[in-house]
């Protein structure tokens, strides 16, 4: 059984900086993909952020492409998502999520054991 605890939200202002990590327990991490995904209020839960399980390969939302930036070692079963030049728009909860081997890195479907969440805040 995978459990994801995710760390690092908080309230920052619009054009700032986080640093969100997830770390992991149970399962083989290193073999296995992660993702980040996000949820607004009132909005789907969306795609953020996804990386191979070598971390070689990763994969972006548009909305954050060359703003965001994820990477993992599997050394400490973690992955993390900097965050930069955040907007408001980049308001939510963000979550971690481990993929089934073999399925698109960018759909929600592909992914089965999710953390808590943590809570993401810009203002302007």
């Known amino acids: 059984q995978v459990r994801l605890t995710e760390s690092g939200g908080g309230l920052v202002q619009a054009g700032g900086s986080l640093r969100l990590s997830c770390t992991s327990s149970?399962?083989?991490?290193?073999?296995?993909?992660m993702g980040w995904f996000r949820q607004a209020p009132g909005k789907e839960r969306e795609f953020v952020a996804g990386?191979?399980?070598?971390?070689?390969?990763?994969y972006y939302a548009d909305s954050v492409k060359g703003r965001f930036t994820i990477s993992r070692v599997n050394a400490l079963n973690a992955v993390s998502l900097q965050m930069s030049s955040l907007k408001p728009d980049d308001t939510a909860i963000y979550y971690c999520?481990?993929?089934?081997?073999?399925?698109?890195?960018?759909?929600?479907?592909?992914?089965?054991?999710w953390g808590q969440g943590t809570q993401v805040t810009v203002s302007s």
């Open positions: 999520a481990t993929k089934f081997l073999g399925m698109p890195a960018t759909a929600i479907t592909s992914y089965d054991s």
């Open positions: 149970g399962g083989t991490f290193r073999s296995i993909g």
């Open positions: 990386i191979s399980s070598n971390g070689i390969t990763t």
